[in-house]
């Protein structure tokens, strides 16, 4: 009776860690497969949670572009993400009402009578 026991408190223990190192393995093994894949346009994330577009990219780094004209070279294990493909299509939003502020600028405080001043929210934005 004590071994069963022994035998299945062991059991409790050893397949759940023996199924997270699997899933752990697999993860792993996919991110080494988008390290691998990111090519120079990509918009990518590091490990430090910057975006940034890849320059150039040798077998174990990558230069990336994190502000316009500012190229920096990082590891290639510090790309965790690949935010969008430089071959695949951009997608470019549509501009909405609150995109132009023109129509806002023309309200006349006075002469509008649904005008209210707590419409914008914050006291610093009036």
């Known amino acids: ?3 069963i026991f ?8 050893i397949v759940p860690t023996f199924l997270m190192s699997r899933r752990q393995r697999a993860r792993m093994t996919e991110i080494q497969k988008l390290q ?8 990518i994330v590091t490990t430090a ?9 040798t077998a174990d780094t990558v230069d990336l572009e994190i502000a316009p004209g500012f190229v920096s070279t990082f590891e290639k294990l510090a790309v965790v993400r690949v935010l969008f493909k430089a071959d695949a299509p951009q997608i470019v939003e549509e501009p909405t009402l609150f995109d132009d502020r023109s ?3 023309d309200v006349d405080p006075q002469t509008d009578n649904n ?9 610093e934005n009036r």
């Open 1 to 3: 009776m004590d071994i």
């Open 6 to 13: 022994l035998i299945i408190l062991l059991g409790i223990f």
């Open 36 to 43: 691998d894949s990111v090519v120079p346009g990509d918009r």
């Open 49 to 57: 949670g910057q975006h940034a577009t890849v320059v150039s990219t």
């Open 103 to 105: 129509e806002i600028d």
């Open 115 to 123: 005008f209210d001043d707590r419409a914008d929210g914050h006291p």
